[in-house]
T-cell receptor, first 113, second 110 residues
Framework: DTGVSQDPRHKITKRGQNVTFRCDPI?????LYWYRQTLGQGPEFLTY????????KSRLLSDRFSAERPKGSFSTLEIQRTEQGDSAMYLCASSPSAADTQYFGPGTRLTVL | RKEVEQDPGPFNVPEGATVAFNCTYS??????FFWYRQDCRKEPKLLMSVYSSGNEDGRFTAQLNRASQYISLLIRDSKLSDSATYLCVVLSGGYNKLIFGAGTRLAVHP
């Protein structure tokens, strides 16, 4: 499968714990995006990378959230001190360049108890 | 006001019906427009891009009216497999992110 992959697919954690998600984009896609989707809403932009550089962060990305793409390939999204409001589907997407189609991974569904 | 607004539905239609979804966007600098389809608990998948001249892909027709900042999707001869949420999507003026509407739910019944 040469599409975008995400791991884990599901994560259940207790409030206050840290969690980390991984995204592997389509090979040779320079751009990698993170979105968050809550029930009944469309995905909302969190941040994006051009190669290894993080170029934009949404106001939704509080200081408890950090994302990295150290070698310009896979990316990680970490949430520290999780809160119940962090429960959502976290989607990763990649594209060859800025104006190209973004292809989404299957998402990581986070439940914070 | 949300940047991209859609009627949430649901639209409940019989097989074979024609159904139309509308969407408005607020940023006149938006450059590109799309319809994505999302099945329950799955990721969004690109259905089609939307061009000012209008474009058609089989049973699906998309239209863009830049002056009114309005996007539409028409589905003809609905199939059971068309049941999904349809997301109206705008690429931000800086080409940096997709801005999604909340989605319109379609349920096609026998």
């Amino acid at each position: 499968d040469t599409g975008v992959s995400q791991d884990p697919r599901h994560k259940i954690t207790k409030r206050g714990q840290n969690v980390t998600f991984r995204c592997d984009p389509i090979s040779e896609h320079n751009r990698l995006y993170w979105y968050r989707q809550t029930l009944g809403q469309g995905p909302e932009f969190l941040t994006y990378f051009q190669n290894e550089a993080q170029l934009e962060k949404s106001r939704l990305l509080s200081d408890r959230f950090s994302a990295e793409r150290p070698k310009g390939s896979f990316s990680t999204l970490e949430i520290q001190r999780t809160e119940q409001g962090d429960s959502a589907m976290y989607l990763c997407a990649s594209s060859p360049s800025a104006a190209d189609t973004q292809y989404f991974g299957p998402g990581t569904r986070l439940t914070v108890l | 006001r949300k940047e991209v607004e859609q009627d949430p539905g649901p639209f409940n239609v019989p097989e074979g019906a024609t159904v139309a979804f509308n969407c408005t966007y607020s940023n006149s600098a938006s450059q590109s427009f799309f319809w994505y389809r999302q099945d329950c608990r799955k990721e969004p998948k690109l259905l089609m891009s939307v061009y000012s001249s209008g474009n058609e892909d089989g049973r699906f027709t998309a239209q863009l009216n830049r002056a009114s900042q309005y996007i539409s999707l028409l589905i003809r001869d609905s199939k059971l497999s068309d049941s999904a949420t349809y997301l109206c999507v705008v690429l931000s003026g800086g080409y940096n992110k997709l801005i999604f509407g909340a989605g319109t739910r379609l349920a096609v019944h026998p």
